[in-house]
């Protein structure tokens, strides 16, 4: 169980640093393009590239983002092809109950039908 909390965490954590990447770079990009139209970003080649390096990272942060999603389809998709095998085995166990059940609705008939056509004798 502890594996297990470990293993989310570090899962929480990287969702984190994604959705980190995600935001700051397009906060990067909206406040580059704020103080380029506003006069305050003068224009050094770095300076020019801004854009692009807020743009990597956030597709940076989408593309960890995505693989986590994708790993948590590929865990769904497992329990669910678990559930196809525990559904089966409920079919079949239910089979087996139903034919118990009528071997015993036959016991009871029988016996029904031995009380009935034969009433004790009086005394």
């Known amino acids: 169980m ?3 909390q470990r293993i989310e965490k570090k ?3 990287l ?3 994604a959705t980190f990447l995600i935001w700051g770079g397009i906060i990067g ?3 580059w393009a704020a103080g380029k139209s506003l006069g305050l970003i003068h224009s050094p080649a770095w300076v020019e590239m801004m854009p692009y390096f807020f743009g ?3 597709l940076g942060g989408i593309a960890i983002y995505c693989g986590k999603v994708l790993n948590r389809l590929d865990r769904v998709e497992d329990d669910v ?3 196809d095998n525990k559904v089966d085995e409920i079919v079949r166990d239910t089979s087996t109950i139903k034919a118990s059940i009528a071997a015993h609705e ?3 008939i029988g016996l ?3 009380t009935y056509d034969n009433p004790p004798k009086k005394a």
Do not use: T
Request: aromatic share 8%; proline share 0%.
């Open 2 to 4: 502890e594996k297990a």
């Open 11 to 13: 899962n929480n954590s």
């Open 15 to 17: 969702k984190n640093f």
């Open 29 to 31: 990009i909206f406040l």
């Open 56 to 58: 990597g990272g956030s």
């Open 81 to 83: 092809k678990d559930i």
């Open 106 to 108: 036959k016991q009871i």
């Open 112 to 114: 029904e039908r031995n």
